[in-house]
């Protein structure tokens, strides 16, 4: 009888351990899950949809600007801003292909996502000029 009451109670604690680490596993695997997709920074993808927010016009003079900057990126050792050095290795291989349809893809590419970092260091100014602004409309009131 001892040893049935032994075995039973080896078999109990097995069955709870294992209960354990069945509800551990599935808890890590839940917040894994959730932590993806509630966390993930949000990526702009440059697509069709995105090329219609440019205007034609400025998009062309900036697909000459990043023509001269691969031109001096690749001719010179003089330190480029990290946005276009960070572009520019990035797509070095694109860069250098030997289809004029890839490099063309590249350079509007690298010209649209420089028009996205334009305009987003362009808001954060205008909210840094603004806050500025209220600060002081605030010390002007005390």
Do not use: C
Not at 68 to 93: C, E, I, K
Not at 115 to 126: F, I, R
Request: hydrophobic share 40%; glycine share 2%; charged share 25%.
């Amino acid at each position: 009888m001892k040893g049935e009451e032994e075995k039973r109670e080896k078999q109990y604690k097995v069955w709870v351990l294992g209960a354990i680490i069945l509800l551990a596993l599935w808890s890590i695997f839940t917040a894994s899950l959730t932590l993806k997709f509630k966390w993930s920074p949000p990526t702009p993808q440059l697509d069709s949809t995105t090329l219609d927010h440019f205007d034609v016009l400025e998009l062309e003079e900036r697909e000459k600007v990043v023509r001269r900057m691969w031109d001096v990126y690749t001719q010179t050792n003089t330190g480029l801003p990290r946005f276009w050095s960070h572009a520019f290795h990035a797509a070095y291989h694109l860069l250098l292909s030997d289809l004029p349809t890839v490099r063309d893809a590249a350079v509007t590419e690298i010209a649209m996502m420089s028009l996205l970092s334009l305009n987003s260091h362009h808001h954060s100014v205008m909210d840094n000029i603004n806050g500025s602004r209220k600060m002081k409309q605030a010390k002007s009131w005390q």
